[in-house]
């Protein structure tokens, strides 16, 4: 039997927003949980609601412009094959990579926002690809392996990508070329298993990331081979 509607509740956990008392009295929060995308103004605290938004999960990424957002495609609470870009400025979405279920937190933009890495499953395959926000042509496969797979992030260069491969507890963390003709990117010291949620820093020196067991740094280091 229903008693209320509109109950709202915590999306990331999926924890709703009710109690009740031991006199049979419910308190809820309304609101059914739905996020609104936001701008907020930085300088004056102004909120402002993003025209036409839809559900695009907790993982989107906005362009290094700030005026494309990348996301899985999904319909309500169910993921389907594919990328969406939303130029937000033109009121403008488009469905790219059909034949892909894109992994919601596999997705990032170069530095100089012309092209998207996106990791997802194509057929039986994981699949690693980066490809034009722009057109559909120059789709192009970095990895393509029976294990799972996940891109994390570029270069500040736009050269190589971080991917991450294998399960959360025997993660390894490789970085893969865009460029052809590039030279070998090794990470050193080596990264220990469970890697995740990489990211470069500004300089381009270091690498920080979660691990499950234990904390380490890691650098870059570009090696030519002999």
Not at 29 to 48: C, H, K, M, Q
Not at 74 to 81: G, I, K, R
């Amino acid at each position: 039997m229903t008693v209320v509607t509109d109950v709202g509740y915590n999306a990331v956990n999926y924890h709703a927003d009710y109690s009740v008392a031991s006199d049979g009295t419910l308190a809820y929060a309304s609101g059914g949980g739905r996020e609104v995308l936001t701008w907020i103004d930085r300088a004056t605290g102004r909120f402002e609601h993003v025209a036409d938004d839809e559900p695009i999960g907790f993982n989107w990424q906005m362009s290094p412009d700030g005026e494309r957002v990348a996301y899985a495609a999904s319909t309500n609470n169910s993921q389907q094959a594919g990328l969406m870009v939303w130029d937000v400025k033109r009121g403008v979405k488009t469905r790219m990579l059909p034949d892909v279920k894109v992994l919601q937190t596999c997705i990032t933009w170069s530095p100089g926002g012309d092209r998207i890495a996106v990791a997802g499953q194509r057929n039986m395959d994981y699949v690693v690809l980066t490809l034009s926000p722009s057109r559909a042509s120059g789709t192009q496969t970095l990895v393509r392996q029976s294990e799972a797979a996940c891109v994390n992030t570029w270069t500040h260069d736009g050269r190589y990508v971080l991917v991450r491969k294998g399960s959360p507890s025997m993660t390894s963390l490789a970085a893969v070329a865009t460029v052809t003709g590039s030279p070998p990117l090794t990470l050193e010291p080596a990264m220990p298993p469970g890697v995740a949620r990489a990211a470069i820093s500004p300089d381009g020196r270091w690498i920080a990331y979660n691990i499950l067991e234990e904390r380490a740094r890691g650098r870059l280091h570009s090696k030519v081979p002999a």
